[in-house]
């Protein structure tokens, strides 16, 4: 009689508890969310083509010269040529997350210089704020000891003295 209900619980939990910790399942969803439907054939492949739309407008046309130098050395050596003396090359800096993004799409070759210059940034502006509170902590503490030695001189004044 045991080994039949020590069987039952063990083929139980194998066949319930088991599979739930192995491959857990999701929570259901809320009482107040309504199930949409599902999608045609034909909403799909609009979804997937408006969705290839976006992506490929997403795309930075100018990546810069890191993946593409030989471009960017014609495109330099037309711009001077075209400047001349009166022309102004107009310098514009990408910004870190346009940097990252570049990168990104160019793979880890790409990325890793960037996220060291990202990091190395980051690192020297914590460094130069580290510096510069101590800096001032270091000359607050100085002002707190000249104020103790301007005090204690001055107790040390106005104690009179005991002959002996």
Do not use: C
Not at 147 to 157: G, L, M, T, V
């Amino acid at each position: 009689m045991k080994l039949k209900v020590v069987a039952r619980k063990v083929y139980d939990y194998v066949r319930y508890d088991l599979k739930e910790i192995a491959f857990p399942s999701s929570l259901p969803d809320p009482p107040h969310i309504k199930k949409r439907r599902k999608l045609t054939w034909k909403e799909r492949y609009l979804v997937l083509k408006e969705a290839s739309r976006l992506y490929a407008a997403s795309w930075v046309r100018d990546i810069g010269p890191e993946l593409r130098p030989n471009e960017y050395k014609k495109n330099e050596d037309s711009e001077d040529k075209t400047s001349g003396v009166n022309g102004t090359t107009k310098d514009k800096e990408p910004s870190t997350l346009e940097d990252l993004a570049v990168a990104a799409r160019g793979g880890m070759e790409t990325l890793r210089p960037v996220l060291q210059r990202v990091y190395m940034t980051r690192a020297s502006a914590y460094r130069d704020a580290l510096r510069s509170f101590i800096e001032g902590y270091q000359e607050g503490i100085q002002q707190v000891m000249e104020k103790r030695e301007d005090s204690s001189a001055q107790q040390e004044e106005d104690t009179p003295k005991k002959p002996s």
